[in-house]
């Protein structure tokens, strides 16, 4: 949802019909013929995000200055990598011990809708992205 609204503010058509929960590597040849290619790619993980950045690399495509990479989740790999990534970082732990708290709790006997909570997340910028280029 975030993803759709985000495209909209930015007058941006989204890309439909994938899976995005696959890692976009499986996507690399389809990305290559977009035409006009991404000017950015919201990644799964740290692995999609140095797999892609190789890949384009061999190809002759710069990270960031052609195509930006965010890794949506931190496996811990980003820490290693170098440029510097840029990623999301979810606070799993918080996420892991809510989780519990709620499946033990016993307000689950008398829900009758869904319930979610928030729990904040920290955009870490590295290098891995930039503003896109014109495209004019």
């Not at 930015?10 to 990305?31: K, N, V």
Request: net charge negative; hydrophobic share 45%; proline share 6%.
């Amino acid at each position: 949802d975030g993803y759709l609204r985000a495209m909209a503010r930015h007058q941006l058509l989204p890309i439909l019909g994938w899976d995005l929960l696959l890692p976009l590597m499986d996507h690399l040849e389809r990305i290559l013929v977009m035409d006009p290619r991404p000017t950015a790619l919201i990644c799964y993980d740290d692995a999609d995000v140095i797999s892609l950045a190789y890949e384009f690399a061999v190809r002759g495509i710069s990270v960031p200055g052609d195509i930006s990479l965010v890794a949506a989740g931190n496996i811990g790999a980003a820490r290693y990598y170098k440029p510097a990534m840029t990623y999301i970082e979810a606070d799993y732990q918080r996420m892991a011990a809510e989780t519990v708290e709620w499946v033990l709790s016993e307000k689950l006997e008398s829900l009758q809708e869904q319930v979610s909570t928030q729990i904040p997340g920290k955009l870490v910028v590295g290098q891995t992205s930039a503003a896109p280029k014109s495209r004019a």
